[in-house]
């Protein structure tokens, strides 16, 4: 699921807590940091193995989980590109 670069998408600085699952560790759940929030990703971190690549859920206040794909990786941070758009508000809400 290739959603191409997110980031020319305006961000809104958030940072809360939240789980994330990962398709190729039996859809196992982790807790994550969200940095940074768009209509079509995220940026994370915590203590996870992804990849590029990989398929991922996020669980998002106001909206519930939400699929996407992470989009690039440099220590614990990651990019996710939500496979649909997503209302900011809603979550910041």
């Known amino acids: 699921m290739d959603r191409g670069d997110t980031r020319q998408f305006s961000r809104q600085?958030?940072?809360f807590t939240t789980l994330l699952?990962?398709?190729g560790d039996?859809?196992?759940a982790y807790r994550v940091k969200a940095r940074n929030l768009s209509t079509r990703g995220?940026?994370?971190e915590g203590d996870v193995q992804v990849a590029p690549?990989?398929?991922v859920s996020v669980e998002l206040p106001g909206l519930g989980w939400v699929?996407?794909?992470v989009a690039w990786k440099q220590d614990n941070r990651f990019?996710?590109?939500f496979a649909r758009d997503i209302?900011?508000?809603l979550v910041s809400a």
Do not use: I, R
């Open 87 to 89: 209302d900011v508000e």
């Open 67 to 69: 699929d996407g794909a």
């Open 26 to 28: 039996g859809w196992a």
């Open 13 to 15: 600085d958030l940072v």
């Open 21 to 23: 699952k990962v398709e």
């Open 79 to 81: 990019g996710v590109g």
């Open 53 to 55: 690549g990989s398929l």
């Open 42 to 44: 995220m940026m994370a």
